[in-house]
Nanobody, 127 residues
Framework: QLQLVESGGGLVQPGGSLRLSCAASKFTLDYYSIGWFRQAPGKGREGVSCISSVDGSTKYADSVKGRFTISRDNANNTVYLQMNSLKPEDTGVYYC????????????????????WGQGTQVTVSA
């Protein structure tokens, strides 16, 4: 069974930065597109960013474009999400997940297309 573990969350002031990590075990990340999602209190889980295993292309939600950067380090079997210029509305639990289909593109970052969710890491942006 695929396993993903997120880390790197924390409390940061508005305008600050965090880097989240998504580490895989029991499988190789190389063959899977990996997505980052977040869930704010009282809201549904939304797609934030995704990196394709096919061509390395990336996708971002409009709300994070220009501030967040997703990358992958296949040697370390890890995907990162660098988050800069954080805003209070970025607060939530951040999850990573693998696309259900090997060597599939990110598509529309629909939650139903992803599986093997990690336990999540809390990000709080507050003064």
């Amino acid at each position: 069974q695929l396993q993903l573990v997120e880390s790197g969350g924390g409390l940061v002031q508005p305008g600050g930065s965090l880097r989240l990590s998504c580490a895989a075990s029991k499988f190789t990340l190389d063959y899977y597109s990996i997505g980052w999602f977040r869930q704010a209190p009282g809201k549904g889980r939304e797609g934030v960013s995704c990196i394709s295993s096919v061509d390395g292309s990336t996708k971002y939600a409009d709300s994070v474009k220009g501030r967040f950067t997703i990358s992958r380090d296949n040697a370390n079997n890890t995907v990162y999400l660098q988050m800069n210029s954080l805003k209070p509305e970025d607060t939530g639990v951040y999850y990573c997940a693998a696309h259900r289909t090997v060597q599939a593109m990110c598509g529309r970052m629909r939650r139903s297309d992803f599986e093997s969710w990690g336990q999540g890491t809390q990000v709080t942006v507050s003064a």
